[in-house]
């Protein structure tokens, strides 16, 4: 009786979001504190470990924990550690795709590699064998890697630049390279290099596949915070506009696109649990961070390095989920007339 009650209390308020738009009101007055209520609720949860395939990703601090939710005007509601940075590995995955996609439109991901979940993990020689690299998706490794090979530039440096400033424009800020990290997984990359040189070999990478394992481990290597997390997410909640900076990043067009293929594969072989669970289009990295977006209504990140079985944050998917429930984020939920 008594959480059926709470459950309906819950619904009205959401309801009120929606039927009414204010959404941002209604944020201002319990935002903060379903946000708050989350971390407390997760702060000492002791699952799951950190990656240690990458050596360097065993060392960071298990204990960080931060949450950050943004809204598509702006407001900022955060909780624990938004300051500390962790490496966005595959995060990156998203903002390199959507570079492609507005330099050379979005036929070219579905032409080139295709946006089905591969059923496989995502560094996964088997899938590319299977469909012969066409039925990858930007989201695992091999579809990622001939995604940064897509890149526009004439030179290495031109194309990181064009990574580089893309990400950091969706952040909101200047966002560096954690050497230590790059250093340690460009020494242990070889499973990604044979599975650019297998999709070269496919046709799907049309030249220098060592060259992109290179430039996309540095993009993994990428350091962000939570607050840079929920700020991308919230530029792409936003359909492409920073809701932080006021800067349009990329075209609105090519949003749904994004989010289809994040909801298809960003939680690697969860993604569909996750979405049972959310309605939210997502993406992890194995550094420990994820993101999510309810598109038109806010973007949230945590960041949490332990992992599970899946290579999904636990402490982040628990807490994006929770929050995101609370706050009415679920796409596929609408009220009934
Ligand atoms: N740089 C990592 C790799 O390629 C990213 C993996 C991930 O976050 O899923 O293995």
Redesign the pocket.
């Known amino acids: 009786m008594m959480s059926c009650k709470k459950f309906i209390i819950g619904k009205m308020l959401v309801a009120g979001f929606i039927v009414t738009g204010l959404f941002t009101q209604a944020h201002a007055i319990d935002v903060d504190a379903v946000v708050k209520a989350a971390y407390e609720k997760y702060k000492d949860l002791d699952e799951g470990a950190n990656?240690d395939?990458?050596p360097a990703l065993a060392k960071v601090d298990s204990n960080l924990f931060g949450i950050v939710v943004i809204t598509t005007d702006g407001k900022i509601y955060s909780a624990g550690d938004v300051a500390s940075e962790v490496s966005i590995?595959?995060?990156s995955k998203v903002f390199t795709m959507a570079r492609v996609m507005e330099d050379s439109g979005t036929e070219v991901i579905t032409e080139n590699m295709g946006v089905d979940a591969t059923g496989q993990v995502?560094?996964s020689i088997v899938a590319i064998e299977q469909y012969q690299g066409q039925e990858m998706n930007p989201m695992v490794?091999p579809g990622?890697i001939a995604t940064t090979s897509m890149v526009k530039g004439s030179s290495e440096k031109e194309i990181w630049k064009n990574i580089i400033d893309t990400y950091d424009d969706f952040a909101g800020r200047k966002l560096t390279v954690m050497e230590d990290i790059y250093t340690s997984?460009a020494a242990t990359?070889q499973r990604?290099q044979a599975l650019a040189m297998l999709m070269y070999a496919y046709g799907r990478i049309e030249k220098a596949p060592i060259e992109a394992t290179d430039i996309?481990?540095r993009q993994?290597s990428v350091g962000v915070n939570a607050k840079d997390l929920a700020t991308m997410a919230a530029t792409l909640a936003n359909g492409g506009k920073n809701p932080v900076t006021g800067k349009t990043v990329v075209s609105h067009e090519i949003i749904p696109e994004i989010l289809a293929v994040m909801a298809t594969a960003g939680l690697?072989d969860d993604s569909g649990q996750w979405l049972y669970k959310t309605g939210l289009p997502a993406k992890?990295?194995?550094?420990g961070g994820i993101l999510a977006v309810s598109p038109g209504k806010f973007g949230i990140a945590a960041i949490s390095p332990p992992l599970d079985a899946a290579?999904n944050s636990i402490r982040a998917q628990r807490a994006i989920a929770d929050i995101a429930n609370a706050l009415g984020g679920n796409p596929y939920d609408p009220a009934p007339k």
Not at 284 to 287: E, H, L, R, Y
């Open positions: 990656a395939y990458i590995q595959s995060i995502f560094n490794n990622a997984e990359n990604n996309y481990t993994c690697y992890s990295g194995v550094g290579g």
